[in-house]
Antibody, heavy 128, light 109 residues
Framework: QMQLQESGPALVKPSETLSLTCTVS??????????WGWIRQSPGKGLEWIGS???????YYTPSLKSRVTISVDTSKNEFSLNLRSLTAADTAVYYC????????????????????WGQGRLVTVSS | EIVLTQSPATLSVSPGERATLSCRAS??????LAWYQQKPGQAPRLLIF???TRATGIPARFSGTRSGTEFTLTINGLQSEDFALYYC???????????FGQGTKLEMK
């Protein structure tokens, strides 16, 4: 059974960079037709998709965060990571990682879908 | 960006009865909608994808339907473990722009 586990700091200062890692167990992150994504949940904004990555390194980001986000993958460690720069209090949230199926044909992605499974979540507070 | 509007915000239903939750999309998303259940302190759990296909292990009392841009999650014979938050998510847009509804809290009456 596949499991995802987020790790990283619980407290980060404003203007700094948040780095979170999602470790995948029970399956390979290099499996074709699966993307790996980050979603966050804050009281003010509900669930918000941040971005997703394929094992090949192809990424997609939500437009509102694109300028501050980088998602990367390390297939040798079976993990992927989130970097979110220039933090403010509005970035305080529970950060989840998740897997979603994608329609990928000959290296071209045509669609991505629902998230399953999800990690348990990591509460990150941005405060000085 | 496609906006999903869930209603009601809170739904009070007695155990054993039926709960009907709504999710309306701001434009056509075909059947590209999923439903999730979230309990306090837990991650969302996939219930339904493709409007009406139950995820592995999800009981048959959960069902999903669609009429145009209006999607409905129905839970028949509510069990105590069903009282939770429910979210819908669309995955129609390309490039991807996954959006979620704001959630419906299903509480025990």
């Amino acid at each position: 059974q596949m499991q995802l586990q987020e790790s990283g700091p619980a407290l980060v200062k404003p203007s700094e960079t948040l780095s979170l890692t999602c470790t995948v167990s029970g399956g390979s992150i290099s499996t074709t037709n699966y993307y790996w994504g980050w979603i966050r949940q804050s009281p003010g904004k509900g669930l918000e998709w941040i971005g997703s990555i394929y094992y090949s390194g192809t990424t997609y980001y939500t437009p509102s965060l694109k300028s501050r986000v980088t998602i990367s993958v390390d297939t040798s460690k079976n993990e992927f990571s989130l970097n979110l720069r220039s933090l403010t209090a509005a970035d305080t949230a529970v950060y989840y990682c998740g897997r979603h199926w994608a329609n990928v044909v000959q290296g071209t992605t045509f669609s991505t879908t629902w998230f399953d499974p999800w990690g348990q979540g990591r509460l990150v507070t941005v405060s000085s | 960006e496609i906006v999903l509007t869930q209603s009601p915000a809170t739904l009070s239903v007695s155990p054993g009865e039926r709960a009907t939750l709504s999710c309306r999309a701001s434009q056509s998303i075909s059947g590209n909608l999923a439903w999730y259940q979230q309990k306090p302190g837990q991650a969302p759990r996939l219930l339904i994808f493709g409007t009406s296909t139950r995820a592995t292990g999800i009981p048959a009392r959960f069902s999903g339907t669609r009429s145009g841009t209006e999607f409905t999650l129905t839970i028949n014979g509510l069990q105590s473990e069903d009282f939770a938050l429910y979210y819908c998510q669309q995955y129609h847009e390309w490039p991807p722009m996954h959006t979620f509804g704001q959630g419906t809290k299903l509480e025990m009456k």
